[in-house]
């Protein structure tokens, strides 16, 4: 089942503008984890934001978290063309007896040069 | 590059057939994880493995099985295959247990067709 779930679905933006992307959870988390992948590549972890944080940064990339809205969203500044790729939520699903890292379904990001 | 491997990267084959995809974790890392995505379906966390053990099981149907050997590497199986078990099988590994390290590092994924 998913457990993060991003929106929108896609998103077509000019290089130089700015790109956000929203994730929706279910459930108490540990941390939430977003990852990046090119058109039919592997997945490519980007930065982890834990539940006692609000905000992260990580060069052009800005995280942020509400646990009490069960939200988060990832905000990627001064869009280039090598950008366009789709993003992932990630958050780890205590459902049984394991934990394990679930995805939504992401966001599809074009950006036009 | 992750420094996960995985063999084969295309793999085409009917419906019926059993295929057997493989995996090389980074080394040092102990947790192996295979995921499926397809369009409709996006990123399905099917199961994991720790240094050799079953850890924690998805949505993976009875026909897939999987395995952990003594030295990390995994295999997914997948037999009597249909047409929607086309997708790309992703493995991952971790160096140990996704709610506790975190980052996930992904191979570049084997593309299955059946036909």
């Known amino acids: 089942s998913q457990q993060g779930e991003e929106d929108p679905q896609a998103l077509s933006i000019q290089e130089g503008e700015n790109a956000t992307m929203n994730c929706s959870y279910k459930?108490?988390?540990?941390?939430l984890q977003w990852y990046r992948q090119n058109s039919g590549r592997g997945l490519v972890h980007l930065i982890l934001?834990?539940?006692?944080?609000r905000e992260k940064h990580s060069g052009r990339l800005r995280v942020t978290l509400d646990t009490s809205k069960k939200s988060s969203s990832l905000l990627i500044t001064a869009s280039r063309a090598a950008d366009t790729a789709s993003y992932f939520c990630?958050?780890?699903?205590?459902?049984?007896?394991?934990?394990?890292?679930?995805f939504g379904k992401g966001t599809k990001l074009s950006v036009k040069p | 590059d992750s420094g996960v491997t995985q063999t084969p990267k295309h793999l085409i084959t009917a419906t019926g057939q059993r295929v057997t995809l493989r995996c090389s974790p980074r080394?040092?890392?102990?947790?192996v994880y295979w995921y499926q995505q397809s369009l409709d379906q996006g990123l399905q966390f099917l199961i994991q493995?720790?240094?050799?053990?079953?850890?924690a099981k998805g949505n993976i149907l009875e026909r897939f099985s999987a395995q952990q050997f003594p030295d990390l590497h995994s295999e997914l199986n997948l037999s009597s295959l249909e047409l929607g078990d086309s997708a790309l099988y992703f493995c991952?590994?971790?160096?140990?247990?996704?709610?506790?390290?975190?980052?996930?590092?992904f191979g570049e994924g084997s593309r299955l067709t059946v036909l």
């Open positions: 493995y720790y240094n050799g053990e079953e850890r």
């Open positions: 080394s040092g890392d102990l947790s």
């Open positions: 991952a590994s971790s160096v140990g247990l996704a709610e506790n390290t975190g980052e996930l590092f």
């Open positions: 459930t108490s988390i540990n941390n």
């Open positions: 934001i834990r539940s006692n944080e």
């Open positions: 990630a958050t780890v699903n205590y459902g049984g007896s394991q934990g394990n890292l679930i």
